[in-house]
């Protein structure tokens, strides 16, 4: 049984930064994507960044490039978001998603169809 499990966030000003975690268990990451996503009140779930195991490609949606940053330990099982210089607008409930195909593309990499497995959330409010 895969079971995603997220950690990090919290409440921070404009301008600051947070590391989210998320361990996987019961998963194997071989030549899949994993990704965050995050919503906020009243919007649709957003891909903000993925991640592949085979080779470290990685996708970012516009609104995050530059500030964020997305790893993952293999070893570990386990998945980062590095966030910086972070906005009001990126208030939000941040989730991590990992996918059971393997060599997936990356063209849907931030689409929420693709993933199989959803952590239950973590929240991130940045105040202006």
């Known amino acids: 049984q895969v079971q995603l499990v997220e950690s990090g966030g919290g409440s921070v000003q404009a301008g600051g930064s947070l590391r989210l975690s998320c361990v996987a268990s019961?998963?194997?990451?071989?030549?899949?994507?994993m990704a965050w996503f995050r919503q906020a009140p009243g919007k649709e779930r957003e891909g903000v960044a993925a991640?592949?195991?085979?080779?470290?490609?990685?996708v970012y949606a516009d609104s995050v490039k530059g500030r964020f940053t997305i790893s993952r330990d293999n070893a570990k099982n386990t998945m980062y978001l590095q966030m910086n210089s972070l906005k009001p607008e990126d208030t939000a409930m941040y989730y991590c998603?990992?996918?059971?195909?393997?060599?997936?593309?990356?063209?849907?990499?931030?689409?929420?169809?693709?993933?199989?497995?959803w952590g239950q959330g973590t929240q991130v409010t940045v105040s202006s």
């Open positions: 998603a990992a996918r059971e195909d393997k060599y997936g593309s990356s063209w849907d990499a931030l689409s929420a169809g693709p993933y199989n497995y």
């Open positions: 019961g998963y194997t990451y071989r030549y899949k994507w």
């Open positions: 991640v592949y195991s085979g080779g470290g490609s990685t």
